[in-house]
């Protein structure tokens, strides 16, 4: 027997005609290079008629991949909406790629034209000549002081001379791709992740959910995760669903200029990667950020350390999430539960440095990377975590890397090794390619680094294995100290002693100006492999005293 339940599609035209019906008083507010500016909803919907109609005039195919090289701004929420309402794919590009990636990148998803801020011509002009199938450029006046390329059109001239586009958009198939977004790829080319119309839906409602950042109409969002990586985390959807007041922070995405943004605009739900919120930090006492009641956090491991500072100086904790491009990205989010009522607030930092449970609708199971033995949820025993769920990818654009991140019956392998503790609280502990392998056990670097990052005196650490004849690989622990500060490597092995197994204790500590970072902001053990490759330890290791 079949439900007799109306077949509508989950589709993005929704989280439009809803936004148009329901929000159009609510504010977008944009910081731009030239300063402010403000357009109510429904002002913001004209606009993106007319954009759905310029789309047409440039003849960008039916599926056409229109591609975006922008900062958060009201007018990328323009394309984000545009281009998958009128059944094209959004392809957001990632600006802080290298510039070979980026010509891999637009010419394997086939970008008919690039929609670009006009203070980030610079990075782009110089490889339009390798953008093959690009036709058009269209440039986004953010009041940069650049030069625009002769040929290039402009955004503002193009919606004034444009019909807004009459009537309701409609998309009959939810399976239809909205958007897609490339992995920031430390090995191999970046992989296309397609989304779809379900699954953008669908993952966007993870926003408003109270066990998840719960965003309703009276919030005021800032959106500091980048719209060219992961959407955002599905914020620009959820804010039009839910209907919030949205603040862009633009192309100045300093610590000060977000503290600012947050005070002036009374923010109350924010989110960004760790390093935006360790940045902020020394602000915290020079601006009222009493508003902000939830910032997510994630993208690579909150270190409980910074968790707690929030707390103890704004009474606001990190809402810890985990996922990646290929999960749309939210899979986890470590929401307190009632079993943690009785904890004491030290407990419960540890239980909010951990990644979460796994939101509704994703499933997750842990893996024996090897043998592919599922893992008991007992917090000792670990393994990959796989991942599967409507919002999760099936395969790559144009089957790219052969099948190999998917199991046989269908799930995604994250390539993210965790231990799940009895009530499904994922703990992150490393990557497969980043485990360290001591005399055949495993070191979770992400771990031993999240140990380090809670000395007082240290800004951030990253570990990486480094070679050993007798161990085969042990790790070194390359640290940065806090400015003003001072440290030894003898300090560090200390402060670590009562806190992990003896063996994991590191080789060496080296002490650098910065942790190297990726495209998208995580901590790049590639550089710090090739930096420190060939070094080489003398003496005993801490696994000989072990
Ligand atoms: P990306 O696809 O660029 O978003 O990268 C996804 C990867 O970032 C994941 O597979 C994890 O290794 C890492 N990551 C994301 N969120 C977290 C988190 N909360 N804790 C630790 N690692 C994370």
């Known amino acids: 027997m079949l439900g007799l ?33 403000t357009t109510t909803i429904a002002d913001w919907t004209v606009r993106v008629r007319r954009l759905a109609t310029v789309l047409d005039t440039l003849g960008i195919s039916a599926d ?3 591609g975006t090289f922008c900062w958060n701004t009201g007018r990328h929420l323009e394309l ?13 590009l990632n600006i802080r790629l290298f510039p070979e990636q980026l010509v891999y990148i637009a010419n394997h998803a086939e970008d008919e034209v690039v929609f670009v801020d006009r203070s980030l011509i610079p990075l782009l002009a ?13 440039v986004i006046d953010d009041g940069a002081d650049v030069a625009v390329p002769d040929g290039w059109l402009d ?17 009959e198939d939810e399976n239809t791709a909205a958007a897609m977004c490339y992995t920031s790829g430390t090995t191999g080319n970046p992989k296309g992740v397609v989304y779809s119309h379900r699954s953008a839906v669908l993952h966007s409602l993870i926003t408003l959910v109270a066990d998840g950042s719960a965003l309703s109409e009276r919030d005021v969002v800032l959106p500091v995760v980048p719209m060219f990586h992961a959407n955002a985390w599905g914020l620009p959807y959820g804010c039009l669903l839910a209907g919030t007041d949205i603040v862009f922070p633009g192309p100045n995405m300093t610590p000060k200029a977000i503290a600012g943004l947050l005070e002036s605009h009374k923010v109350t739900v924010t989110g960004g990667v760790p390093t935006i919120w360790m940045g902020m930090l020394p602000l915290l006492a020079d601006h009222d950020l009493s508003s902000v009641r939830t910032i997510l956090c994630g993208g690579s491991a909150v270190p409980r350390s910074l968790s707690e500072n929030y707390r103890k100086a704004l009474g ?25 009522d009785s904890l004491t607030e030290d407990e419960r930092a540890d239980i909010r440095a951990r990644q979460g449970q796994a939101v509704p609708l994703v499933e997750l199971r842990v893996v024996d990377p090897e043998t592919g033995e599922p893992q008991p949820w007992d917090d000792v025993a670990s393994g990959e975590i796989q991942a ?25 392998r994250t390539g ?68 003003g500060e001072t440290l030894t490597p003898e300090e560090i092995i200390e402060f670590l002693t009562p806190r992990v197994a003896k063996w994991w204790l590191p080789d060496a500590v080296e002490f650098i100006d910065e942790v190297p970072k990726t495209s998208v902001g995580k901590f790049s053990k590639k550089t710090l492999r090739e930096k420190f490759g060939g070094y080489q330890v003398a003496g005993p290791t801490s696994h000989d005293q072990a």
């Open 388 to 412: 599967a769920g409507p919002w999760i990818a099936k395969e790559y654009y144009r089957g790219e890397g052969g099948g190999a991140q998917f199991t046989e019956d269908g799930w995604l």
């Open 316 to 340: 606001v904790p990190m809402l810890h999430a985990w996922g990646m491009t290929e999960t749309s990205p939210i899979a986890t989010i470590s929401t307190l539960r009632t079993q943690h």
């Open 80 to 92: 984000y909406l545009a281009a998958p309402c009128t059944g094209r794919v959004l392809h957001t």
């Open 416 to 483: 993210d090794v965790a231990s799940v503790d009895r009530y499904g609280f994922v703990r992150l502990v490393d990557r497969t390619k980043d485990l360290i392998k001591s005399g055949g056990e495993w070191i979770g670097s992400v771990e031993l680094e999240n140990e380090i990052m809670a000395h007082p005196k240290v800004a951030e650490a990253a570990v990486i294995a480094i070679p050993s004849e007798k161990w085969v690989e042990r790790p070194l622990a390359c640290v940065v100290v806090k400015p």
């Open 155 to 171: 955004y503002e001239e193009l919606l004034a001379a444009a019909e807004p586009f009459a009537g309701q958009f409609v998309v």
């Open 126 to 138: 110089p490889l339009a000549d390798k953008l093959d199938t690009v036709r058009h450029y269209v």
């Open 64 to 66: 056409g991949r229109v």
């Open 5 to 37: 339940m109306q077949d509508r599609p989950l589709a993005l035209p929704h989280v439009f005609h809803r936004a148009e019906q329901y929000f159009g008083h609510k504010k977008i507010v944009t910081a731009e290079a030239s300063g402010e500016t």
